[in-house]
């Protein structure tokens, strides 16, 4: 008897070493310890045995059956916690994977920057947003402005014709027309927006951008236009620019003029962005024409004004040192994150 209780013991360990599953185990409890299992078998055989012999027999039974269950418990326990262990390997999430561009957000085109810049400094002066239409009509455009159909100052902006009647505007200055014809003096208003003209080299492009100014009130005069463009000039190109205004021509002002800027990188000595001069020149301006006040309906003899257009890729290309138009509207992510 005690060498079969031996024999099951070293059968049963030498099993359990080779178990590959739940179930394998548990058909070695049924095996051994079940009802008809073999260590079961062993105790009931414990009748046919001296009564001498019995209670030392029946010992080493009992102590082969807890011997046997705990080491099936105790297998059971380590294959449960070895599969959880390998399931948890398995769905593990690396959470520390870089995302291929985290930093990924956006930020404004340089051209928004600088609209935004411009806006900024003229409404800190009172003046107010408006915007206007793309597609314009002529008398807008043109007409109202004192370029009639035959006007050679017509052959100064190359424009997209949609209709004989109906064009993209070339100049936001259509928007001063609408807006003294439906507001009343005092106005002062600013019209950022889009711009057409078939031109297309490093300095032109056929889309462009302006912003116009317009103040319309009672003895308004090229003092106040100059006071306004010298605080817009020091506000976005840096509080020690100087400025200059130079006679130019444009139907719509009389006088009319251009302003130049100081150079900011060379501070008036002269490089290669002001070209040697010290100067750069960013804005057309003038006293509105009484023309074109009469034209809107606005009494020349009660009322005056002035207006200013600027070039705001002009501007940007200025303000960030930008050699070519054209990057502005390639949207290359390379030179767009420069402006983070
Ligand atoms: N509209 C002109 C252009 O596109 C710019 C301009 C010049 C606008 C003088 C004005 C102005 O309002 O007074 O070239």
């Known amino acids: 008897m005690i060498d079969k209780i031996k024999e099951i013991s070293d059968a049963v360990s030498e099993k359990i070493s080779r178990i590959t599953s739940l179930n394998e185990l548990s058909d070695l ?56 262990e390998k399931k948890m390997k398995e769905e593990e999430i690396d959470v520390t994977l870089s995302m291929p ?36 009509e002529d008398y807008y455009n043109f007409q109202l402005l004192n ?50 003209r078939a031109d297309d ?15 319309v009130d009672k003895n308004v005069n090229i003092c106040d236009l100059k006071g306004c463009l010298d605080e817009f000039a020091r506000s976005f190109f840096g509080a020690d620019t100087r400025t200059r205004l130079r006679p130019s021509y444009f139907p719509f002002t009389e006088p009319s003029m251009e302003m130049d800027v100081s150079c900011f990188m060379c501070h008036g000595k002269g490089c290669r962005l002001c070209k040697g001069t010290g100067w750069i020149e960013v804005l057309g301006a003038g006293i509105v024409n009484p023309v074109v006040l009469e034209n809107c309906g606005i009494d020349s003899k009660e009322y005056s004004g002035f207006a200013f257009g600027i070039g705001i890729e002009r501007c940007a290309m200025l303000k960030y040192g930008i050699p070519d138009i054209r990057i502005l509207f390639e949207n290359d992510l390379r030179f767009l994150r420069q402006y983070k």
């Open 29 to 84: 409890r049924v095996r051994y310890l079940g009802k008809n299992g073999e260590i079961t078998a062993l105790l009931k055989g414990l009748k046919s045995i001296s009564a001498e012999e019995r209670p030392s027999v029946g010992k080493h039974i009992n102590e082969l059956r807890q011997k046997v269950d705990e080491m099936l418990s105790a297998y059971e326990d380590r294959f449960i916690a070895l599969q959880k």
């Open 147 to 196: 370029i009639p159909a035959d006007h050679p100052a017509r052959d100064m902006q190359d424009t997209f014709y949609i209709t004989d009647k109906i064009l993209l505007r070339t100049q936001t200055s259509a928007v001063q027309a609408r807006t003294m014809l439906s507001q009343k003096p005092p106005i002062r208003v600013i019209c950022p927006g889009k711009v057409y």
């Open 201 to 215: 080299d490093a300095t032109h492009s056929p889309m462009f951008h302006q912003m116009e100014g317009l103040v």
């Open 101 to 136: 561009d985290k930093n990924a957000c956006g930020s404004l085109h340089p051209l928004t920057l600088a609209k935004n810049e411009l806006i900024n400094a003229f409404t800190g002066m009172g003046f107010s947003v408006l915007e206007g239409v793309e597609v314009e």
